[in-house]
């Protein structure tokens, strides 16, 4: 058991609670690149051990009313079936390319980092105006709904072949596309990641790709994490924080 993973931990699963973010973006490549994991093992005991988090920080944002259902359902339309098959694909690759394609999931996942950070990096700098068009809820149409299964179809495939995406892509996503307030952003956000990681892990459990001692290692410090992360996220003005919309 390595007393710095459990540090990592924490300090992941509180940006997961307080934002929503920062799961397979981080956690992955710090398994790779500080403490020199094989690339696929790394990606699959992250969603494995992001299941189990992402699970606590939804039942707290459950509990927060800060999840917009409707969203959440559609999303997993899409991005379900979609990470299933991103591990499937990946688990082909793999069987195809040996040991060679390390370099290449390598390639990937740093790939998928940088869109995330270009993403959330342009919304911050470019588009400050959508704050004032923000609204906590919305009646989904036709058009949203598909929106939503498309976005999903997107995020999960990501995850599926690199872990990231659950937290940082469908928070831009729902800030772009659908300008939820940020408590309805990261509420929303985990809740569905939950579902997502669960059924992308389960894949990879299946493919074998998940080292069960570095799980529970993780899961020390980030359990404890996300519950201080979520605390901290909904201590705000009850308006903020409340069921309901203003749209």
């Given at each position: 058991?390595?007393?710095?993973?459990?540090?990592?931990?924490?300090?992941?699963?509180?940006?997961?609670?307080?934002?929503?973010?920062?799961?397979?973006?981080?956690?992955?490549?710090?398994l790779i690149i500080?403490?020199?994991?094989?690339?696929?093992?790394?990606?699959g005991t992250d969603l494995a051990y992001g299941a189990v988090t992402k699970t606590l920080g939804g039942w707290r944002h459950f509990r927060q009313r800060t999840v917009f259902f409707p969203l959440a359902l559609w999303m997993g339309v899409g991005s379900v079936p979609a990470a299933v098959g991103g591990v499937y694909v990946l688990h082909l690759l793999e069987d195809r390319y040996g040991k060679s394609f390390d370099n290449a999931m390598l390639i990937a996942v740093a790939a998928a980092v940088m869109?995330?950070?270009?993403?959330?990096?342009?919304?911050?700098?470019?588009?400050?105006?959508?704050?004032?068009?923000?609204?906590?809820?919305?009646?989904?149409?036709?058009?949203?709904?598909?929106?939503?299964a498309v976005l999903g179809v997107f995020v999960g495939f990501v995850l599926g072949v690199t872990s990231a995406g659950s937290g940082t892509l469908?928070?831009?996503?729902?800030?772009?596309?659908?300008?939820?307030?940020?408590?309805?952003?990261?509420?929303?956000?985990?809740?569905?990641?939950?579902?997502?990681?669960?059924?992308?892990?389960?894949?990879?459990?299946?493919?074998?790709?998940?080292?069960?001692?570095?799980?529970?290692?993780?899961?020390?410090?980030?359990?404890?994490?996300?519950?201080?992360?979520?605390?901290?996220?909904?201590?705000?003005?009850?308006?903020?924080c409340a069921w309901g919309s203003r749209s």
């Amino acid at each position: 058991m390595d007393p710095l993973v459990i540090v990592f931990g924490l300090g992941v699963g509180i940006l997961i609670g307080l934002t929503g973010m920062g799961g397979g973006s981080l956690m992955t490549p710090i398994l790779i690149i500080v403490f020199g994991y094989n690339p696929i093992t790394a990606v699959g005991t992250d969603l494995a051990y992001g299941a189990v988090t992402k699970t606590l920080g939804g039942w707290r944002h459950f509990r927060q009313r800060t999840v917009f259902f409707p969203l959440a359902l559609w999303m997993g339309v899409g991005s379900v079936p979609a990470a299933v098959g991103g591990v499937y694909v990946l688990h082909l690759l793999e069987d195809r390319y040996g040991k060679s394609f390390d370099n290449a999931m390598l390639i990937a996942v740093a790939a998928a980092v940088m869109f995330t950070g270009v993403a959330v990096l342009s919304r911050a700098l470019f588009m400050p105006r959508m704050l004032e068009r923000e609204r906590e809820g919305f009646e989904m149409t036709t058009r949203d709904k598909v929106s939503a299964a498309v976005l999903g179809v997107f995020v999960g495939f990501v995850l599926g072949v690199t872990s990231a995406g659950s937290g940082t892509l469908i928070a831009v996503g729902l800030i772009l596309i659908f300008r939820l307030v940020p408590t309805r952003v990261v509420g929303t956000d985990v809740f569905h990641a939950a579902v997502l990681l669960w059924a992308a892990s389960i894949a990879h459990v299946i493919a074998g790709n998940v080292d069960y001692a570095l799980m529970a290692t993780i899961l020390i410090g980030s359990l404890p994490g996300v519950l201080i992360g979520s605390h901290l996220q909904c201590a705000c003005p009850p308006a903020r924080c409340a069921w309901g919309s203003r749209s």
